[in-house]
């Protein structure tokens, strides 16, 4: 396809978080667009995993261990992948946790932490890479938001009021960064099956669906829960040329829930 514009060729992607899950399908959507890529995590073990996965999938991915709320892991990450590849174009921030706590019984410090990850580092990261992207002409960056970027639900307080925040954040580095040529946009996954959803599936000991499964698949009119490869073609879009006037949009993958009002009484 002549002057493809969804082509990654000659650009480098660091994707936080991507040992697995959606950080990886991303990742791999990345790489099979023509991307270099880079990605970090926290733990040992889930680098080599990854490392072996990525290269299983034929791509040469650079893993680096950096905890995402660390300003000078962060600072070592950027160095090292930019001598290693060069300097990011696209940069994801889907490193995220959550913890479900009913909000009374939460702490501070628990609190703290998940908007450290899931708000906090997405500000961090953009903020290291922006004056690059600046000098080098314009850049991309993907935060990954959520359905609770946009709904509440029962223990999740902290998480809905980071991704609540990362939804703004988004909209607020178009707004100050479009003249550069920076586009920032969101991926909302809905509910995807990965190991951080892993507690909302689990069958019952008599090996029926998991009530939260049962109630998820009523709330999405695809009537399934989505996969990470459902966010590769999303992630392409966001990341090329393709969407070089797309800004400050958030891109809902949620199979439609938030259409939805739920499947109605039969
Ligand atoms: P996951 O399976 O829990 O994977 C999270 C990844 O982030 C892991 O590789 C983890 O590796 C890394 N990570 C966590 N904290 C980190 C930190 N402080 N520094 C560096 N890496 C860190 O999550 P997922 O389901 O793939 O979700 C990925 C993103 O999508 C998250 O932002 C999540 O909130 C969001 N999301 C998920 C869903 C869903 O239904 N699954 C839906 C909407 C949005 P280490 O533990 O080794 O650091
Ligand atoms: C939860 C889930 C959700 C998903 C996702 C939905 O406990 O409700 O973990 O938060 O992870 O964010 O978009």
Not at 189 to 214: C, E, V
């Amino acid at each position: 396809m002549k002057d493809n514009m969804f082509s990654l060729e000659g650009k480098v992607a660091l994707v936080t978080g991507a040992a697995y899950g959606i950080g990886f399908a991303i990742a791999e959507a990345l790489a099979e667009a023509g991307a270099k890529i880079a990605f970090n995590c926290r733990k040992e073990e889930h680098l080599a995993a990854a490392l072996k996965a990525y290269a299983e999938k034929g791509i040469e991915a650079k893993g680096y261990l950096a905890d995402v709320t660390d300003e000078e892991q962060i600072a070592s990450l950027l160095s090292a992948i930019e001598r290693e590849l060069g300097g990011v174009d696209i940069l994801v921030n889907n490193a995220g946790v959550i913890k479900r706590v009913p909000m009374h019984e939460m702490s501070a410090a628990e609190f703290r932490e998940v908007v450290d990850v899931d708000l906090v580092a997405p500000f961090l990261l953009s903020k290291a890479v922006i004056p690059a992207m600046i000098a080098r002409g314009g850049g991309k960056i993907i935060n990954i938001c959520s359905m609770m970027s946009e709904l509440g639900r029962e223990t999740v307080s902290a998480y809905a009021s980071a991704k609540g925040g990362l939804k703004m954040l988004t909209k607020n580095i178009a707004a100050e960064y479009g003249k550069y040529n920076i586009q920032c946009n969101g991926i909302g996954p809905g509910y995807i099956a990965t190991p951080q959803t892993a507690p909302l599936r689990q069958k019952q000991p008599d090996g029926s669906p998991h009530p939260f499964d049962s109630f998820i698949v009523s709330k999405t009119p695809a009537e399934r829960w989505g996969v990470p490869g459902d966010l590769k073609g999303p992630a392409v879009f966001l990341a090329s040329k393709a969407s070089d006037f797309v800004n400050g949009h958030i891109l809902y993958v949620d199979g439609g829930i938030l259409a939805y009002i739920g499947k109605q009484p039969q």
